[in-house]
């Protein structure tokens, strides 16, 4: 299967090739040089364009969307009732715009359309970096401490957790990002349990077969 | 080192005070003070090589052109002022006090600040080799730089190549060509074959250079440059970014030495995309008429929730943030 890779930074895209290997359990191939947004809502607003690509001009099958929920409504069980859509959640969002783009495109390059997974880390993919280390770090912490009007951590308090300063340089980031996500490699069960905006991800690579997109 | 800079009817800065922080990323329109902002760090040091400007004669009408400098500790004591003749000349300079204890080792410290406008043209030049001590405002002795830094501080140079390659991969080598006193240099490509200087992109000729001086084993301790965004690719300023967190913040590169301040100017969004984590580090230049105005942007009381809608370099193109051309 070939992917592309649709993420924030050369880190974020390095980690995910991680990640999404131990998901799918092999080495999949990935469409290079990596496609980069600039933040949301660049990665809601290239999404069209990047799957337009794709379809017409590669022949990759399936585009990975991975992006920071930072301070907007967590993805829930709620939103995955058939129809529901949050307009202020990302996930719901990205899965929107996939959904809206594909639908006119029509069969290319073999194959049908290109499928997608989708994943939010929240609040910042440093978040999913620190599962398993800092216990204190989940998905439903932060949800729990916005109720309460606390959040639990910042950004910037998970950035400094990872990488021991608030300027990592690339490389230094890139580093740290590979260390964390190969602890993890192995067995991804933790951080699906502690991170549903990753388990949604796992569960859209999973759901991919070879036939999935073909005509 | 430098805490803040007030001006009073200098060019377009009319009346406007710029607190600094160790990294300063100044973005503005055209004529809106950016380069007078540095041009007034450069006429401190050069003034203050001069003797000082004392007694009654020194002082500046009330209502005259001025700049005025304040500095972070240990020289929080003194106040230095810029006399000018005409918002565009400063030609004396006075400290307050005038007899500040402090004032000999700070006039040392102002002697080590330097400014760059990089000029590919001039970088890609051979240099006189005994020239290579310190990069020369436009780079023009960039090879001669090189040279030194190869021969004085070998590990800080193979740092420099090392990070140089990694930026851009297809180069493996850096050959430095010494004759008759003058030194040239080229890079090696990865796959055999080498490119002179004057056949290397502009981009990469600048950032050699920027690397040459994030490297410097004795940095200055203020750093002025312009346009810094000038001939790099929108996905390698984030190497550029940090090469300049280097030297303003070392430790968070693992370094155990002295920040140097920087100041820099960028037209470019996507560099300015780079400090959303840091927006306290960007000072906008707001140009109304001929007058212009400094502020932070992380004086906006709505920063967070602009944070939250997209990306600052956008926010700064849409006019959001101010900082933009006028419009008639």
Redesign the interface.
Known sequence: MKLALLSE??ADEAALRVLVAAVLGGQPQFVAPGY?A?????VAQLMPAVLRHLHFNTDADALVVVADA???VVHDARHEAPGYFHPQCRLCQLRAVHRQTVKKLPPAQGRGRVVRAIGIAVPAIEAWYLCGRDPGVTEAAWIEGRVEGRAPYT??EL?LRVYG???????HEIACALREVGRQRSDVRRLENDFPGFALLAADLRAWTPSANKR | MIASIAFRKFKALRNTRVALAPFNLVIGPNGSGKTSLIESVMRLKTLAKLPLATGAASRQRADGPAIEFNFAPPHEGITAQLGCVSDLVCDTLRIIPEEAAGWAALRDELADLRSYTLQPEALAGAAQRADGARLSSSGHNLAAVLAHLRSAAPAAFAGMRAELFRIVPEFAGLELVEEGGQVSFALQLTEGGQVPADELSQGTLCLVAVLALAFDPDPPRVLCIEEIDRGFHPRTLREVRDALYRLSHPRSAGLDRRPTQIITTTHSPYFIDLFRDHPDEIIISKKQGRAAQFSRLSDRADLGELLGEGSLGDMWFSGILGGVPEER
């Open positions: 930074s050369p980069r600039r933040g949301w809502p660049n930072d301070d907007t950004r910037a950035k300063t608030d300027r990592p340089s690339l490389p």
